[in-house]
């Protein structure tokens, strides 16, 4: 199948400062890339999707300012957390759409605010 | 808004049980339906998938779903579960576009 590579996978950062999450398609071109979070022991929640060239439509309730997307190629899109806090504190997962149908998902980052 | 419940958030089995696992959404329209599971510390990964046809799907590692319309439902099942297959299995449904809502998962633990 797809390959889809997430990078970090682990970060702990200061509160306040900023992180920023890569999410790529290896061996395919994705037009729509997702991000997630997925609180502990509970499912992954879509916080926004990504077209390539164009602004991200965020989830109701998800802060635009606060989760910054930017999806500038068909390969790449990057999710920055901005002035984190220690309720940011998550494992975020991104996904990139096959011909719509499918979807391939990265390893997750855990993100981890102090 | 599309929903989707999955009715065990644990289930505990021993190897060469059957396995069912329930999965229920909430959407009138057309939908693709999907399992995924997530080993320990690996990737989400797809399990099977129904889009049209036959609503009996087959998927790796001998798993199968089956898509009943009128009762809304897509459950996963296997014969006889070994100890690899413990992992957290999600049921997600795709509507509108490529957004993927998921249910809340299902923890499966098989004991050898």
């Known amino acids: 199948g797809a390959v889809v590579s997430q990078h970090p996978s682990r970060v702990i950062c200061k509160s306040g400062t900023s992180v920023k999450i890569e999410c790529r398609s290896l061996d395919f071109q994705a037009t729509t890339m997702f991000w997630y979070r997925q609180f502990p022991k509970q499912s992954l929640m879509l916080m926004a999707t990504s077209n390539e060239g164009s602004k991200a439509t965020y989830e109701q309730g998800v802060e635009k300012d606060k989760f910054l997307i930017n999806h500038a190629s068909l390969t790449l899109s990057t999710l920055t957390v901005t002035s984190a806090h220690p309720e940011d504190s998550s494992f975020y997962i991104c996904?990139?759409?096959?011909?719509?149908?499918?979807?391939?998902f990265g390893q997750g980052t855990r993100l981890t605010v102090v | 808004a599309q929903s989707v419940s999955q009715h065990n958030h644990h289930v505990i089995l021993s190897e060469a049980a059957s396995l069912e696992l329930g999965c229920n959404y909430s959407y009138g329209g057309t939908v693709n339906l999907f399992w995924y599971v997530q080993y320990p510390g690996q990737h989400l990964q797809l399990l099977l998938k129904?889009?049209?046809?036959?609503?009996l799907v087959k998927g790796i590692k001998g798993f199968e779903a089956e898509f009943i319309k009128s009762k809304f439902s897509f459950n996963l099942r296997k014969p006889s579960v070994q100890w690899s297959d413990t992992a957290e299995y999600f049921c997600a449904v795709n509507a509108r576009g490529n957004k993927l809502v998921f249910g809340a998962g299902t923890i499966l633990r098989v004991k050898s």
């Open positions: 129904y889009f049209s046809g036959d609503p």
């Open positions: 996904s990139a759409s096959l011909s719509g149908t499918e979807a391939f």
